[in-house]
DNA sequence: TGATCATGCAGAAACGTGACTGTCAACGCG
DNA sequence: CGCGTTGACAGTCACGTTTCTGCATGATCA
């Protein structure tokens, strides 16, 4: 009886459990459990009594019991794909961020958390977490983590399309393809007579989807290619393949860098070589980076909306996760955005002493 | 009997127990309990035979009922103090990630995985994650959460020392006072009669620290206090108040910005103003972001070491987690580092070759 | 040879919750 | 008055593990 009860509470002093609260309202288990949850047919009074005990008791449900007894957990992991032996690669610190933060906004709205996993674990770490669902950043062609997964009836929804045959429940990525064909088309209405590239070396679908599209505009305008791969993952590599990529003979007047440290690098080896951007040189790179806002000069950028991203991620995630039929499509595609600036405008419109910076809201 | 475990493995036909195992080993549960966990006394052969069998079934032991009989889950909390309705602010984008990758790759080689959790939620997200510990990352004055973690029986440990009485566990951080100090000198060194600081409204440690050390300074040295406060949560206020700090009469002659983008943010109000850097202002701030090491000129930056700090934080939850009375000492301080560049130099070692300037007599 | 002991394994009790089933009283209705 | 119905709860099982206890079996020793 109350001799049971206070040898349990006896052995967790700090947490009271569904028992204590039941005793302490002179009510059962059945009845706490139906209060608290909303379940059941009980009367007003019952319910608000049983509240205010728990309440006084300071009792919080065991989140373990509850995942065993549910099967929700209420987690979601968040894993990157990566090509050293760190979580996440940091030349996409500030996509990681961003997208990180507005899907752990997006989560914690709809009550679940995120849990940062990265991909070359080995089993025993995920399987030592019990996940609802998971979002996989830039999936690598056949991971054995997604597989995994997906074999357990997990709901896998990936940030960049999967590249094979990989089995995902869902995707969200941008149309990298229209967004560099849109860079180049406005790099050769500034006036870019042979624009280069600054790509990488792995083989993820961004950096290919993003390379055969400029293969493409250079064969359909007629201009040969002129680009530098070098492993993305790399910080200083990106500084050499920038440098490389000026010193060539056939020296491009204008430059897309895919990655995010790519515009600080280019316009280092710029100043390098005596070149004025953007009256020698037009520059744009991939970034979320509020730097080059306030750059000398400032640096047209594209932006992945990894916040947009972040965020129709999770709800896609989500609504598979609780079986609603989400009506967004299952493979959800983001626009991107060009945010001009002086770099990539051969005449500026205006050459302001100071523009004021715009908030960069999204 | 078997039909029982037929009726059993029908409900869930993707996942095996630990049942199916025991049936389909020919053993009973306790012994694929021992064989896999390395306990109790079993021969190796029949070890090996459990494993087998349990490879080949694809068995995953369920987090939910190890947690709940344990009662360790293998989380840890990581938590971001915010001024927004964000996660986290992001002004420490890269101090941010890089902490969080530490700290993350610092974890799961422990074993363990890291929940993002914001410290503006409400209890029932944090009750619905079954925790081990927590990481706090700038604890406010009277957080909470934090308190009834503490209450709960569970260790938090403070990146950044907490602010009044908060119970943390243990806390790490920089000696941001001497850090301060160093800068100061430092400038002074190279010349600075007027120095002036980039500050913050928040009543965080690290702002209130830092400030103090500053005024401190000044009174020492006999110099009045020039500096600026903003929201730092706010990009604009930034750009703003450095604007600000240099408009003023009593214009400082050099400047330590206390937050990431505020290298960028006076670099681009000097060129508004014409002031050179460094001949007419040295520049110091602090960041953990590259990018500052190929602006025109490099500025110098102090690194908190936030990967040092991410290592260091989880080491001591764990410990304490796992009861291992840590060698470590419960507050633990962190040295700075001060990456000295062209901005703070008055008399640049050698003026690099590149630019066609005109020899800079001085 | 019988007592002792280590070995190898099975049974069963938790862990704390959610959900199903059952019980008892009150009540309406024919 | 008997009977079905409904409200308001209590009892109990199951989720899938870990772990404690305990029972056999063979080996060892006095």
Redesign the pocket.
Same mark, same amino acid.
Do not use: D, M
């Given at each position: 009886m109350s001799r049971a009860e206070t040898s349990?509470r006896g /052995? =967790?002093p700090g +947490?009271a459990?569904? =028992?204590d609260v #039941?005793a302490a309202a002179?009510? /059962?288990?059945?009845?706490v /459990?139906d209060a @608290?949850?909303g379940?059941? =047919? @009980? $009367?007003d009074a019952?319910r608000r009594h049983v509240r205010e005990v728990a309440d006084r008791l300071g009792?919080? $449900? /065991?989140a373990a #019991? +509850?995942t @065993?007894?549910?099967g929700k957990s209420g987690l979601i992991g968040l894993t990157v794909t990566t090509y050293g032996d760190e979580p996440f690669t940091f030349t996409e610190f500030a996509y990681f961020a961003e997208m990180a933060r507005a899907a752990t906004s997006a989560a914690l709205a709809r009550g679940y958390a995120l849990v940062i996993l990265p991909a070359t674990s080995r089993h025993d770490v995920w399987s030592n977490v019990a996940l609802d669902g998971t979002v996989v950043i830039d999936p690598s062609d056949h991971d054995p983590v997604v597989s995994e997964l997906v074999r357990q009836g997990l709901p896998v929804v990936s940030d960049g399309r999967p590249a094979g045959s990989l089995p995902v429940t869902a995707w969200v990525d941008n149309d990298h393809e229209a967004a560099v064909l849109g860079i180049l088309d406005h790099l050769a209405a500034a006036g870019a007579r042979r624009i280069g590239l600054l790509t990488g070396t792995t083989t993820d679908t961004y950096t290919h989807l993003s390379t055969t599209a400029y293969l493409r505009w250079c064969e359909r305008i007629g201009q040969d290619p002129v680009y530098e791969a070098y492993p993305a993952h790399d910080p200083c590599a990106g500084a050499v393949a920038a440098d490389r990529l000026l010193a060539r003979p056939d020296r491009p007047d204008a430059v897309y860098g895919l990655f995010d440290p790519n515009g600080t690098d280019l316009l280092a080896a710029a100043r390098r070589y005596g070149l004025r951007v953007p009256e020698d040189l037009l520059l744009v790179c991939c970034s979320e980076s509020t730097v080059y806002a306030s750059t000398e000069p400032p640096i047209t950028t594209l932006s992945l909306k990894p916040r947009r991203i972040g965020t129709a991620v999770i709800q896609v995630l989500i609504d598979a996760i609780e079986g609603l039929d989400s009506d967004q499509p299952v493979e959800q595609v983001i626009p991107t955005e060009l945010i001009v600036r002086t770099s990539s405008q051969r005449r500026p419109p205006r050459t302001t002493v100071s523009p004021p910076r715009s908030p960069e809201g999204k």
């Open positions: 349990r /052995s =967790r +947490r459990g569904i =028992r #039941a002179g009510v /059962s288990i059945t009845t /459990s @608290l949850n379940k059941g =047919r @009980l $009367p019952t009792y919080r $449900p /065991s #019991a +509850r @065993l007894r549910t």
